[in-house]
């Protein structure tokens, strides 16, 4: 009996090894995937930006700048992204030969349509975001170092896409209908709550900075 | 009342000309479709409906041929002791900003009504339905102004988001956002008064019509004893409108008495 005891008691140790360890591991490596893989997978829709625009073709060829279309208007507000009206000042007809010019002509400008363009930066109704407050004669005050470019995509507020030849995927929030990539309120804080900005402004993080 | 009441560089304020005020109720007009107040279902339900501008009627309380009647149209008040601040357990109202407009950040709000409570001028409003815009009304919603759901309390901000556009259109003008000449931002009552009876401005900016308003002789806060220093200034020749203002003691002569915290500005 006692021999026999001692023998189960070896081989429950080497099951308890395996018995324990490998499920363990088995459901970590389950759990990361099903966290980090399948749930944004199903959180997030993937989506196509309804017209594949070409931003290196419009600033090498025709050697447009980005202010041409993304520019403020005399009221202080943002244009943001160009109504059809104000492309069909160069796409009245095709330009080029790509036939998804062709096919934007077609779809919208002879329609007279906007494209249901998707923002990456929609941002929550509640949220009042001031373009002109952010501008480079703002910010480069201090930051003398900073480009343009630098102060819209690398901060973190859009995608980089100004040298792009085609819009990235665009994927929103199934359930709050948000685009992944819509800007949350630490990055806003990242600055705003900066003590060193404090100085320059001393109440730039009240609420109704960026609250309406 | 506690606490060390905080000074801002500009003051934004209204003063209101009693005298000139007949009541029309067009700033209250305008202020509803200004803010995406949604039409009243039931507007005869007083306790329920929402003006966050409201005109009430004062009465000298004598009869004829010595009546009198004056309108007082009443704002949030942005007072410099504000007692909504404080009691709020959701930091919902601040007032922190430049300018010195209590803030009301509507998703924060979980609707105990403290703040209700502890507004003396009655200016807070809670929802008590959800806003309905009958099919095709919604098109007359502003896009600058967030819809409030059921269940959250809401003030008038001053229209602060003119004061977001002014500032932005002086920036892009190249000009000093934070030295907006006189007119640049002005409330939506303020626009809509047909007899000019609001005037609207920096109480801290000699430049500006209301700094020299509030200083009148014929100027008084409402229950300003209270010690809120509100930011809102009324003006009127008759001293029965000055006295109901601050409801004086008959014994009391009229704009003597002593504010419970303080804080007047100068």
């Given at each position: ?102 096919e934007y002509v077609n779809k919208y400008v002879k329609k007279g349509q906007e ?98 | ?266």
């Amino acid at each position: 009996m006692e021999e026999k005891r001692a023998h189960n008691a070896d081989t429950g140790g080497q099951c308890s090894v395996l018995g324990g360890f490998l499920p363990f591991g088995l459901g970590l490596v389950l759990s990361l995937l099903v966290g980090w893989w399948l749930s944004p997978k199903l959180l997030f829709s993937e989506q196509s930006q309804p017209v594949a625009f070409n931003h290196k073709i419009h600033k090498e060829e025709a050697g447009m700048t980005c202010s041409d279309c993304h520019y403020f208007r005399e009221d202080g507000s943002y244009s943001g992204i160009p109504t059809t009206k104000e492309c069909a000042d160069c796409h009245e007809f095709p330009v080029g030969s790509s036939a998804k010019e062709r096919e934007y002509v077609n779809k919208y400008v002879k329609k007279g349509q906007e494209p249901d363009w998707k923002v990456y930066q929609m941002q929550p109704d509640n949220v009042f975001f001031s373009h002109a407050a952010h501008s480079l004669e703002n910010c480069g005050k201090c930051h003398t170092d900073w480009t343009e470019k630098e102060l819209c995509s690398t901060s973190g507020c859009h995608p980089d896409i100004g040298d792009s030849e085609a819009p990235p995927k665009y994927s929103e929030n199934r359930i709050t209908g948000y685009s992944a990539s819509t800007m949350k309120m630490w990055a806003c804080e990242y600055c705003h709550a900066m003590p060193d900005h404090r100085a320059y402004n001393a109440n730039n993080n009240a609420c109704f900075t960026c609250h309406k | 009342m506690s606490g060390a009441q905080q000074s801002f560089k500009i003051l934004w304020g209204m003063a209101i000309d009693l005298d000139k005020c007949t009541g029309c109720g067009a700033c209250m007009v305008a202020c509803q479709a200004e803010n995406n107040l949604a039409p009243e279902k039931d507007a005869s339900k007083k306790q329920r409906v929402m003006n966050w501008l409201k005109v009430f009627e004062l009465s000298n309380g004598k009869p004829f041929p010595d009546h009198d009647t004056a309108y007082l149209p009443r704002p949030c008040q942005q007072c410099g002791n504000p007692a909504c601040v404080p009691v709020c357990p959701a930091t919902v109202t601040k007032k922190d900003e430049e300018g010195g407009i209590i803030s009301q950040v509507y998703p924060r709000c979980f609707g105990c009504r403290y703040c209700m409570a502890a507004c003396p001028y009655k200016a807070r409003y809670f929802n008590w339905y959800d806003p309905e815009w009958p099919q095709g009304w919604d098109k007359t919603l502003s896009p600058d102004v967030s819809v409030r759901p059921r269940g959250v309390v809401e003030k008038c901000t001053f229209c602060h988001h003119r004061w977001m556009k002014a500032k932005d259109k002086a920036r892009v003008a190249g000009n000093d956002p934070y030295d907006l000449p006189e007119g640049a931002y002005v409330t939506s009552c303020t626009e809509a008064c047909p007899n000019g009876a609001i005037v609207f401005g920096d109480l801290n900016n000699p430049k500006h019509l209301v700094h020299k308003l509030a200083h009148s002789e014929y100027a008084f806060r409402l229950l300003e004893r209270l010690g809120m220093d509100p930011q809102v200034y009324y003006l009127s020749r008759r001293e029965w409108v000055r006295r109901l203002g601050n409801h004086h003691l008959e014994n009391e002569k009229t704009g003597e008495f002593t504010p419970l915290g303080g804080g007047h500005h100068g």
